[in-house]
């Protein structure tokens, strides 16, 4: 049974001295909450979890933003899933199937890039992360890939090459990744954890 309302989702807020929250809207259905990205991106950011167990697994799925699927949607998609689960299927490659092809990492660092370059005031660290990602990282073999399919091996495949000739640059776009990723689990686009994470 949904609980949560238009309203509770719209208002809702990370509580002060926490770093996320989650709201519980039913059936395994969360919606989780963290603090804005930055002090000029106001809003919290917003997107739908659920958990189900699988065989012996308790798996946290995410669905989507909370700003680009609605209640409706999300509580659709999570009875997809969880139907998927009680089939004996796993939810979490059912759904990288489903997003194969339709977001790649270019189309996320390019979402990326466009909110995180409201946070510089300086036009040179914006050029740093565009020249850095574009190089590196999408024009390196990433771009065209599924967000979904992104493994640690395929983060490294564009790292080893310049790890040893260019090892402050390799370690920048590392973490350039990571970031990008980061925003791609908040959006429900990839699995957790992170492929970027250092060590």
């Known amino acids: 049974m949904a609980n949560l309302t238009l309203k509770q989702i719209r208002d809702a807020v990370v509580p002060e001295g926490k770093k996320t929250t989650a709201l519980f809207d039913g059936d395994g259905l969360y919606l989780k909450v963290q603090p804005p990205s930055s002090k000029r991106n106001t809003k919290a950011r917003k997107y739908w979890q659920t958990r189900i167990s ?3 697994k308790r798996l946290t799925i995410g669905i989507g933003s909370a700003y680009d699927i609605t209640p409706q949607e999300a509580r659709e998609a999570n009875l997809r899933l969880r139907r998927l689960a009680r089939d004996g299927i796993d939810p979490r490659r059912s759904r990288v199937r489903q997003t194969q092809g ?6 996320v660092v390019e979402t990326y890039l466009r909110e995180k370059t409201t946070e510089f005031k300086n036009p040179k660290h914006i050029q740093q992360w565009t020249n850095t990602l574009t190089t590196y990282a999408v024009e390196a073999g990433l771009g065209s890939m ?3 399919e992104i493994t640690m091996q395929d983060v490294l495949m564009v790292l ?6 260019k090892t402050e640059t390799a370690a920048r776009v590392r973490g350039r ?4 990723l980061d925003s791609a689990i908040a ?3 990839l699995e957790g954890p992170n492929p970027a994470l250092e060590g």
């Open 54 to 56: 699988f065989g012996s």
């Open 102 to 107: 339709s977001v790649n990492f270019s189309d």
């Open 160 to 165: 080893q090459p310049i790890w040893q000739t």
């Open 146 to 148: 599924p967000v979904a």
């Open 187 to 189: 959006d429900g686009q």
């Open 177 to 180: 990744i990571e970031k990008v």
